[in-house]
Structure formats: structure tokens, C-alpha cells
């Protein structure tokens, strides 16, 4: 009896038209700018208008998504969500405490996350298309992490020179919700050099999550890594992986900044008395649950929780972020959107192609680890209005979509197959 197989370019429905590459191609564009920030680095670009044109090129992407060859009929659940989320947002806005500054946020945040989301289900419809997708989020954000800890000069350290990163807990947050990633690119290729490239970028996030000095990075990429012990060491027989764990703790505690140690003590205790911000946390968050107890329906305006309270800091915390500016039912879809994520894994995990697939199971792990840091790190990071959220949710309904294509269209014997590399343990037809 033969064991099916399955090609590397699995694609749901029809083969994409020009129309589905060009898409595709401008959201790899878009993805390299969000995540890498060329402008950070290179001079002269700081002056350009790269948040607009990036929203742009998403929106030009999206046009050409839709009018691409596609077998999607029926947008699923978390998109349905996500559009939801969106129209409350918009609704929300006229009865906001500054309602130009809730519409600019609306407008200039809000509607990528849709897009975002939207263009990852439209147009990746194949395995090889993800694939590139993630590395090129995993690449980016292991390089600009590489730079910024070579430009540490102290301090808290933040994305290089500034931008979306510019925050040391959204650096670490990016960094804790990456490292499953590029763990998962290292296990997967053969390639003692690109082995050796994945490893030293793995040692310059868990440098770089240390220099932010961020609590919330810290248990953030502690249960990432938790779960990729779990998903890549014992489910996928690689107990090597939890020596490796174990030696790599060691030698991050030998080598951990000055005063690093303490600070994360201080989760579990007392306040530090100097140049501590747990006291102004607990304070945000108590504002921002009071506000969303007198607020509760729309909020006080998407991004509008700085000027509101005077404090002109943002709540620390994705939940009463949304609860507090945009109303419970906004923070009720969010969860409900994330909910969808991990459904759609667990989907994946129960489908026949992971059963017969590496790679595949490779990404379904990669992806669960990276959530559930992602959820930790949402307690203590305001992301509400960010792209890697979305951009994971969205690699999430990629996958499920390619799955369900598997069992719908499985994978003829006499045809022939690729797989992503020639080392790939990808399981091959055999025959009685």
C-alpha cells in the first residue's frame, strides 16, 4: 500500500493568475519594510513617508489580491472577526474623547490590520509562499535586533534608530513572539551554514530581549520557549532540544546585563525603588480598567487613552487597551480573533497533511509557540493597533486553508512532487 504524499506548492483552487503573484510579491515588499524598517538604518530615509507608502502598497496589493484567481467563496471566521472589530472601531469614533485623533489612529493603523490579514488569506495560497513569508518576518526582525545590539550604547535598548520598535517592550514582545520562528528555520534546514546564520541570530534575539530590560518580553519568550520544547522537542523526538534549553539558560544568567536579574525578580516582588516603572504599570492599568467600567460600550476613541488621562502613556496592556478605548465588545472580538488562530491549528494538527508532512508540522509548531508568547506578551504591551498580531492570525488561516486544500485535493501518485529542499524529510510515495 502507498503512503500519499504531498507537493511542497500545495495551492487552494485554481493555480494563481498574474494578478495573485503580483499581490504576493508586493506583500513580501510590504512585509520587508514593516519588519526590517530600512529607514532606521539607512540615511536619508528617515525623511520619506514610509508608513504611507507601505499602507499604500498594501492597499494596491489587496485590489490585486481580490481580482486574482481564488477557490475562497467564504471568508472565515477570524476575518469575519477582524471586520467586525474594524466597523467598531469606526463606530466608535464620533463618540470618542478626541475624535480626530480616534480617526487619524482608525485610518492610519486600524485599516492595515485589516488589510494585513485580508491579502495573508487571499493570496497565500501555497506552502512555499508561507514558508517565504515567515522567514522574511523572522530575517528582518533577527537583523534589525542584530543592529540594535551592536548600537547599544545603553540604557533600555529599543529598535535601532526608532520606529514601531522605538519601544523597548515591543522590541522584546517582536523578539519573544520571533524566536519560535527562527528556531523553527534552524531545525528545518540541513545547511550547516544557514544552521550557523539561524543560531547566531537565535543568540542576538535572547541578547537583545535582555538589553530591552522588558518583564514582559522575559515571560513572554519564556512560555515560547516552553512551547517549543514542548512542540519541537517531545512531540518531534528532539530531546537534545531541552539539554540545549537548559545550557542556553546557564550561559544567558552568566552573561545577563548589570542589574538584569533583579529586575525580573521583581516580577514576583517588591518594586525596585529607583528608576522603576511597575508602579506607574499597576496605575495605568487601574485608570484603564476604570475607564472601561465607565466606557464600556465604545470606549473613550481608538488611541486616545494617552491625552484622556494626561499621562501621555499608553495603557501597557493589548486587553484594556482595546476594552478601555474602544469598548468591551471590541476586546471580546479580539479574543474571539485569537481564539480563531489556535482553532485553525488545531485543525491543521488533526489534518492529514501534517501527519505526512515535516515541514508542515514544523510550521504549525512554529506558529502555536509564537500565539502563545504572543498572548503573554499582550498583558504587559500595548499592540492593539500593530501589524505582527494580525500578520501571525492571518499565517494561521494561510495554513488551515492549505490544509483543508490537501484533503480536498490530495496529491496523485504518478504526478510529479517537489519538495521545499532536497533534504527535506518530507514523507515520499512507496510501493508494495
Known amino acids: 500500500m502507498a503512503t500519499q504524499t504531498w507537493p511542497a506548492n500545495l495551492v487552494v483552487g485554481p493555480r494563481p493568475d498574474k494578478k495573485g503573484v503580483f499581490a504576493y510579491r508586493v506583500l513580501l515588499v510590504f512585509a520587508v519594510l514593516y519588519f526590517a524598517r530600512p529607514e532606521d538604518v539607512i540615511p536619508g530615509l528617515g525623511i520619506i513617508p514610509v508608513a504611507k507608502i507601505t499602507g499604500g502598497i498594501a492597499l494596491l496589493a489587496l485590489i490585486f489580491g481580490l481580482g486574482a484567481s481564488t477557490s475562497v467563496t467564504k471568508f472565515p471566521i477570524e476575518l469575519r472577526l477582524l471586520t467586525a472589530l474594524f466597523c467598531w472601531q469606526c463606530l466608535g469614533v464620533p463618540f470618542a474623547w478626541y475624535k480626530m485623533g480616534a480617526l487619524s489612529t482608525v485610518l492610519g493603523y486600524c485599516t492595515k490590520t485589516v488589510i494585513v490579514a485580508f491579502l495573508i488569506s487571499l493570496v497565500v495560497n501555497r506552502i512555499d509562499r508561507l514558508r517565504k513569508l515567515m522567514w522574511v518576518q523572522a530575517a528582518a526582525v533577527a537583523t534589525m535586533t542584530f543592529a540594535s545590539v551592536l548600537l547599544y550604547r545603553g540604557g533600555r535598548m529599543g529598535g535601532v534608530l526608532g520606529g514601531v520598535f522605538d519601544n523597548p517592550n515591543d522590541l522584546a514582545v517582536s523578539i519573544a513572539m520571533n524566536w519560535p520562528l527562527c528556531i523553527m528555520f534552524l531545525l528545518r534546514t540541513r545547511n550547516p551554514f544557514k544552521k550557523l546564520l539561524w543560531g547566531v541570530g537565535l543568540v542576538f534575539l535572547l541578547r537583545g530581549l535582555m538589553l530591552t530590560f522588558s518583564r514582559s518580553g522575559f515571560l513572554a519568550l519564556g512560555v ?45 516582588g517588591k518594586p525596585l525603588e529607583i528608576g522603576d516603572s511597575q508602579l506607574e504599570r499597576r496605575q495605568l492599568l487601574d ?22 488621562t494626561r499621562m501621555w502613556k499608553v495603557t501597557h496592556n493589548t486587553y484594556t487597551q482595546l476594552s478601555s478605548e474602544c469598548g468591551i465588545p471590541a476586546l471580546i472580538l479580539f479574543l474571539l480573533f485569537l481564539r480563531a488562530a489556535f482553532k485553525n491549528l488545531k485543525a491543521v494538527r488533526e489534518s492529514q497533511l501534517i501527519s505526512e508532512n515535516a515541514d508542515t508540522r514544523l510550521l504549525a509548531g512554529g506558529l502555536w509557540a509564537s500565539l502563545a508568547g504572543y498572548i503573554v506578551g499582550a498583558f504587559f504591551a500595548s499592540t492593539a493597533y500593530q501589524l505582527f498580531p494580525y500578520f501571525l492570525v ?20 504518478n504526478s510529479p512532487l517537489k519538495t521545499w529542499t532536497p533534504n527535506s524529510d518530507l514523507v515520499k510515495a512507496t510501493n508494495p
Open 224 to 268: 515560547a520557549t516552553i512551547f517549543c520544547l514542548v512542540e519541537f522537542g517531545i512531540r518531534g523526538k528532539r530531546y537534545h532540544l531541552i539539554a540545549v534549553a537548559l545550557a542556553g539558560v546557564l550561559v544567558a544568567a552568566l552573561f545577563a546585563p548589570t542589574g538584569y536579574g533583579e529586575r525580573m525578580g521583581s516580577i514576583f
Open 394 to 413: 492571518g499565517y494561521t488561516t494561510a495554513l488551515f486553508n492549505i490544509a483543508s486544500a490537501a484533503e480536498r485535493q490530495p496529491a496523485k501518485e
Open 287 to 308: 485608570q484603564s480598567l476604570e475607564i472601561t467600567l465607565y466606557h464600556p460600550l465604545f470606549g473613550i476613541g481608538p488611541g486616545d487613552f494617552e491625552g484622556y
